[in-house]
């Protein structure tokens, strides 16, 4: 029986990561045994008789030492880690060391795949690299932005997948009705139903979108903004930057639930229920929600720079506004990040409000172009079929 041992740092959770974990699980015949180590474990990843979970314990949230010891003592057939690169990179040394132990204990190697997002320039957090045997990043923009620093190492590209059976178009009725449930817009009101999917943090930049909402608003009421994350989260409080701008609850609403407690069908549901979905982050590494929003048939409206541009094919599947300038982030995502305008992004949602209510055409054909590029790119079994290539590629065949 062939064995992998799984690990990241939010493996279970309903985060890119998570869904990156099932799609390589999915990818697996169903005599693997998947040994998992990470955060947020509520359940198993699929639903299979060979199936462990390791809970990290209280004094070591990460697993790192849970992972590195199962890595150490047992033997694999494969070792697979998804992590963001700047915490990876604080754990190279010991699973170096740990590699070492092996070959001096005549144990058989364990081939490692690291599979990173990108989300903006990076400060030479790269060294977890140098101990995979096969790196692969979301997006092809990741390894051109990590060459300078990885000039010796192989990179491949998986990106993130969408399951199209579950985010796709509803009807124009459910449509309708989903708008007026979930946003409070009549179907007589010429509102632009504004949505904005993601954990409230300094790197999301909720504020930017509150106040384009503001400037779209200023001379009479036209967008509503939702907000699917907790108001207060992270340090940062969207009732108080509402406040701020002295936006009513007719502008703006948070959801009551956060996003990790959302079912896959419940968001497919908030994302019909849209006009628009809407970006403002300052640093992505993928930005999931993209994809879903372009499988459920909606357009979308990102920055223009990394992962946006990619997925969004430089604005042929969807609309980018040009960011404002450069901002230093100094929390987790550190770093030079991207800074969005409120007031070209109020221009864009403004186009966004004349279209639906003159019933332009352009949005409609580049909304189906876009939904047929996830579908050909994206999908879950496009995806899918990539990791069982590259895992056949390096236990079969390498």
Known sequence: MPRLLL?????????????????????????WEIVQVGLNHPDRLIEHDYVQI???????????????????????????????????????SSFSAAKIVRRMQSKPPIPVIYHYPVDGPMLGDVDFLHFADHSISATHWGVDALAPLLPTIEVDVIPH????????PLSVPERTALKREIFGIHPTDEI?????????????????????????????PKGKLYLQTKG????????AQAASL?????????????????????????YNAADCLLFSSRREGFGIPMIEAMAAGI???????????????QGDFGYLHTPSGLVWLRDDHRGPSWQSSAQTVARYLEFFHTAMVEAWDA????????????????????????????IKEIIYEG
């Not at 990241?8 to 799609?23: D, E, M």
């Not at 969408?162 to 985010?167: A, G, N, P, R, V």
């Open 7 to 31: 690990w990241s740092g939010s493996v279970c959770a309903a985060t890119g990561f998570g869904r990156v974990a099932r799609t390589i699980c999915e990818a697996l015949s169903e005599d």
């Open 54 to 92: 390791h809970t990290p314990e209280g004094d070591e949230p990460t697993g790192l030492k849970q992972a590195r010891d199962l890595y150490l003592e047992e033997d694999f057939d494969l070792f697979i880690v998804i992590q963001d690169l700047h915490i990876t990179s604080q754990w190279a």
């Open 161 to 168: 997948a969408t399951d199209t059976s579950i985010f796709y």
């Open 192 to 220: 632009l139903a504004v949505l904005s999917v993601g954990v409230n943090s300094v790197r999301k930049d909720h504020f930017t979108s509150l106040a384009a909402i503001q400037e779209l608003n200023r001379h009479q």
């Open 232 to 239: 207060v989260a992270n340090g940062m409080d969207i009732y």
């Open 246 to 270: 002295e936006l009513s609850s007719l502008d703006y609403h948070i959801a009551d639930a956060s996003l990790l407690g959302c079912s896959d069908e419940a968001l497919n549901r908030l």
């Open 299 to 313: 357009p979308v409206l990102a920055p223009d720079y990394g992962p946006f541009s990619e997925v969004l094919g």
């Open 363 to 390: 949005p409609p054909d580049k909304i189906k172009n876009a939904t047929e590029h996830i579908k050909s790119t994206y999908s879950l079994e496009v995806v899918t079929r990539l990791w069982k290539d590259k």
